[in-house]
């Protein structure tokens, strides 16, 4: 049976990816931060759907709690044939110059540094060089990184800049070890995101600048990372797919 960690599993487009995924067939580990039952929550929809689901608690920041994520996720599951790097946070709308400077680093650490700490972890299990027998790895990144999100959260746009770079020099990297690395760019997506960044109603009002009009559900971004997990995109590496209604 195979196996995905999914990073940030207990909401959101993580949330999506682990539910979507176990109908396609993967026992999935689910890991969250802070949110307990939401990711038990996820965990029973994944088991229900006749999968294997395993729930562990983690900071991807923290390179010794990744550690143990992974080798939880092998003794309880199997080593992760693939994994999707989905947590990642946007701290509080504003200026650069107003924002606290312990958000700005703390949401480089998570979305930047904890990605490569969960990226680093999974090579070291899939790639073949190493005695693994491939993988796949999808991170997260966001239509913010070529739009900037001026007067929003610039530093959340740099980060997921960082995160296309990485996306392009994993695949060249570990590509020639059986490891591909594609990220996905998600637009306006109805998660929770909007209301922590302090503002419930930016979906609304940001909608009408998408060209299809519309935002979109987790699910809709879930879809596009389970196709590049699966052998339909057996030849696609170092893309980074733009899942944003053409904005």
Known sequence: MPVL????????????VCRLAATRGWDVCINYFRETAAAEAVAEDVRAAGRRALVAQADVSDAGEVADLFETCERGLGPPEALVASA???????ELAEA?????????AVNVTGT????????????????????????????????????????????????????????????????RVNAVAPGLIETEIHAA???????????????????????????????????????????????????
């Open 5 to 16: 960690l999914v990073t940030g599993g207990a909401r959101g487009i993580g949330a999506a």
């Open 88 to 94: 990642g946070l946007t701290g509080r709308i504003s």
């Open 100 to 108: 606290d400077p312990a958000t700005v680093a703390k949401v480089v």
């Open 116 to 179: 490569l700490f969960c990226a680093r972890e999974a090579v070291q299990r899939m790639s073949r060089a190493r005695g693994g027998s491939g993988g796949a790895i999808v991170a997260l990144s966001s239509s913010a990184a070529s739009l900037g999100a001026p007067g929003e959260f610039v530093w959340y746009a740099a980060s997921k800049g960082a995160i296309d770079s990485f996306t392009l020099g994993l695949a060249k990297e570990v590509g020639p070890q059986g490891v």
């Open 197 to 247: 960044a302090g503002n419930p109603a930016r979906v609304e009002q940001l909608a009408p600048a998408v060209p299809l009009r519309r935002s979109a559900t987790p699910e809709e971004v879930a879809a596009p990372i389970l196709w590049l997990l699966s052998e339909e995109a057996s030849y696609v590496n170092g893309a980074i797919l733009r899942v944003a209604g053409g904005r």
